[in-house]
């Protein structure tokens, strides 16, 4: 976890710096804890022209879509609020041929983002679905949707995905440090995959902590600094969705989102007042307060329970002591090379 520079800035300024329009966009955060904020703020700069990634296309992906900021769609899941008939931003954008979609099985959206994050150019899926119309009906991606290969190794004809390496991933986790190690815990899903598989990387936390305290918890550390471009601290980022061990889902402010969702006028409104009225999530947090009162938002605060602490101990950090002494022979460095050089192991 190297330590960088300070990447702490607001989420107007990364969102500016780091989404272009026409971008690949990936929201890194599956189903529970979405970056809200980041969201909000990509629609409020009027990104438009985006190809989006997103696992679980739900509250996130309707605002983006009604927003206008997004061309074409790959996901898993695409939330439709009342139905085919009852409509949803999504459903109505692809009726009006604003919107492309394509649809993969949760494994293959992983899979894909898996090749992206490893550097390879496909990998494969498993080979059921090509009798299903997932693999029959194709829109914007055509042939690159799926290829079908022969295995090298048995000669059977095997299912692939292409790789996925979008330009920006956008995603919230529960903490970082101002050099940018992201640190999250609970439902996984595709966090690490999407940040890893990314050109450019966007965080936004819960809150920044000392990097003591990243170094104390390493197996939390989700994404790296060195990938990180931004950091953004955001209280309350994912409302109203749930982030374990801050706060639970909202499930009033969810709800109401939906039901006004809906109908086209209707989430107008709803988007007017939420996301283009309040300038950041601050506003947004006081115009709830102001709406609802506090206690609507004290009563989902998170409960603790921590778990076990883990044990980091060593009884040293180097195979150096304190004298510069190589722990095991008791020599110095110097030492050590002349020995090495008179028996030729020395090279160079």
Known sequence: MAKVQNKVMSAKEAINRFVKDGDHLVIGNYTVGTCAEL????????????????????????????????????????????????????????????????????????????????????????????????????????????????????GKKILTVPAANPDVCIVHVQRADKFGNAQYWGALGSVAAAALASKKIVVSCEEIVEHDIIQSSPHLTM????????????????????????????????????????????????????????????????????????????????????????DYGSAYGSCWDNNDLERTMGITLEEMEKILEERGLLNG
């Open 39 to 154: 969201v909000f703020e990509v629609i409020r700069q009027q990104k438009k022209g985006l190809t989006l990634y997103s696992q679980s296309g739900v509250f996130d992906v309707e605002v983006l879509v009604a927003g206008g900021c997004v061309d074409r769609l790959i996901s898993t899941y695409v939330y439709r609020a009342g139905g085919k008939e009852g409509g949803s931003a999504v459903e109505r954008a692809l009726k009006a041929g604003t919107l492309l979609m394509e649809d993969y099985t949760n494994f293959q959206y992983n899979a894909r983002l898996l090749a992206g994050m490893h550097g390879f150019s496909f990998m494969q899926a498993l080979e059921g679905a090509m009798v299903t119309d997932l693999f029959k009906k194709r829109s914007f991606m055509g042939e690159n949707k799926y290829k079908v290969i022969d295995c090298p190794y048995t």
């Open 223 to 310: 994404i790296p600094a060195y990938r990180v471009d931004a950091v953004v601290e955001v209280p309350w980022g994912a409302h109203p969705t749930e982030v374990l061990g801050y706060y639970n889902l909202d499930r009033t402010m969810y709800a109401m989102f939906f039901l006004m969702d809906m109908a086209g006028e209707s989430l107008k409104t709803w988007m007017n007042e939420w996301v283009y009225g309040c300038p950041n999530r601050q506003a947004y947090i006081d115009h709830y307060i102001a709406s609802y009162g506090s206690g609507k938002l004290d009563a989902i605060k998170a409960k603790p329970y921590f778990s076990a602490p883990a």
